[in-house]
């Protein structure tokens, strides 16, 4: 086995990177703080115009065909510079990897390219309602036929992206009778619908750049035609692209816990106490290299996942591996991170308080932890 990355991956990351440090990383800090708005859906929508809103959609629609370990080293380019224009990215490339997976051509057709030309600035996945979290199952959003169309009502919650996103691809009860998981279709719900409204917006500990709303659906009606894939089939997709997304999560912990890592890392060597760097005293070096193995550990689960989404092959545990591993890797590192910079790391100016705030969804959306480990247990035991 070789782990060298390909040419084009390596031009990938580099683009990345150059983009996420010009573009991303000035206005990080002011959308921690609740501004900046209009620099996120400016950066939304040139990051989509470079590939990096839709990197597996085929290229007759407008995608990059970059491949899943291109996705995991874009998105951890961007979430060390700033994770809530990361996570944003992340949402938008699953909604093109739902559509690209289960749509008819004219709905391809209709919505890839204006989430690839960044005409719409996000794509919403609109899974979670507030009784259906780790249970996506149970949800009760529901879409009955009426003549040709389908007529939505019910509420998501924690929609990422509600508030700026072009499309919005919902999952809804088709047939409440039937057995769990076996009655949900997916639609693809245009954000000018009439009858789909966003909700507030949330306040968060973290990642505060990124919109996360409910959105509601009163008689909100859609044609037969926005239905995607067979119907009552919906659930089986979305388990499935789940798991791609995680890459996704994991990469995003990577990077927000390399950029704590990067600024703790300086920071020691400069810092002076009982008349030497603090970076001379073994406690903290030990922390140091626990923290360096934790995100090489990180990197290569994420790796290996992603490979073997490329690859074509099952990919599932892995995902659930990188994921839970890296944001509970990101939770450590942005921890010792703030530990190592002492009273100044606790302070806002340091600016590494916000990677501790930002690392803390990682473990909770796309699947928490705990989910993560039901996963991998249920592979493992097949
Ligand atoms: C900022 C943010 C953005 C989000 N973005 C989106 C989005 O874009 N689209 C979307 O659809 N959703 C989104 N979500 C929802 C997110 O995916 C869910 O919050 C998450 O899956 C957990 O569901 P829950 O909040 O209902 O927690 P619950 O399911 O109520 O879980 C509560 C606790 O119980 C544990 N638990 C539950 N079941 C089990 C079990 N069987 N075994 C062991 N432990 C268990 C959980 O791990 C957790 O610790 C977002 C959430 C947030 C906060």
């Known amino acids: 086995m070789h782990f060298a990355l ?19 990383a000035p206005h990080a800090e002011a959308l921690d703080r609740g501004e900046g708005r209009a620099h996120l859906l400016d950066n939304l929508r040139e990051l989509a115009r470079n590939g990096f809103a839709t990197l597996n959609a085929p290229a007759e ?13 874009s998105i951890e380019e961007f979430g060390y510079a700033c994770a809530s224009t990361a996570v944003t990215l992340s949402v938008t490339n699953m909604v093109a990897e739902v559509i690209n997976a289960v749509a008819s051509p004219e709905q391809k057709a209709a919505t890839l390219p204006k989430l690839a030309d960044g005409t719409w600035a996000a794509g919403a996945f609109c899974l979670t309602e507030s009784g259906a979290g780790s249970d996506p199952s149970s949800m009760r959003l529901r879409a009955r036929k009426d003549g040709a169309d389908y007529v939505l009502d019910g509420e998501k919650i924690y ?12 999952w809804a009860v088709t047939d409440p009778d039937a057995p769990r998981g076996k009655g949900i279709s997916l639609f693809l719900v245009p954000a000018d619908t009439k009858g789909l409204t966003i909700g507030k917006a949330e306040r ?25 894939g067979r119907e009552n089939d919906g659930f089986r997709v979305a388990v499935g692209e789940l798991a791609g997304g995680r890459i996704g999560i994991a990469a995003l912990s990577l990077g ?21 760097p603090i970076a001379d005293f073994q406690g903290l070096q030990w922390m140091i290299a626990d923290r360096a193995t934790d ?13 073997t989404k490329d690859r074509g092959e099952p990919y599932a545990r892995q995902a659930s591996m990188a994921k839970l591993f890296a944001s509970e890797a990101a939770h450590r590192a942005t921890d010792t991170a703030v530990q190592l910079f002492g009273g100044a790391g606790y302070i806002a100016d340091a600016g590494v308080e916000r990677h501790l ?8 959306y796309e699947g928490t932890s705990e989910i993560q480990r039901l996963v991998i247990a249920r592979e493992t035991l097949r």
């Open 6 to 24: 390909s040419e084009e991956e390596i031009l990938i990351r580099d683009t990345a990177r150059r983009m996420a440090a010009d573009r991303l």
């Open 61 to 73: 629609f407008g995608g990059a065909e970059a491949g899943a370990v291109s996705f995991a080293l």
């Open 159 to 170: 929609i990422t992206s509600a508030e700026y996103a072009g499309i919005f691809v919902v």
């Open 204 to 228: 968060k500990l973290g990642q505060h750049g990124s919109a996360t709303n409910s959105v509601i659906f009163e008689a909100c009606r859609v044609p037969a035609s926005a239905l995607m």
């Open 256 to 276: 927000i816990a390399r950029a704590a890592m990067d600024k703790a890392t300086s920071y020691v060597k400069e810092r002076r106490q009982f008349g030497r």
């Open 295 to 307: 995100l090489e550990a990180a990197r290569l689960l994420i790796l290996s996942a992603a490979a």
């Open 357 to 364: 705030r930002d690392a803390r969804i990682t473990r909770i």
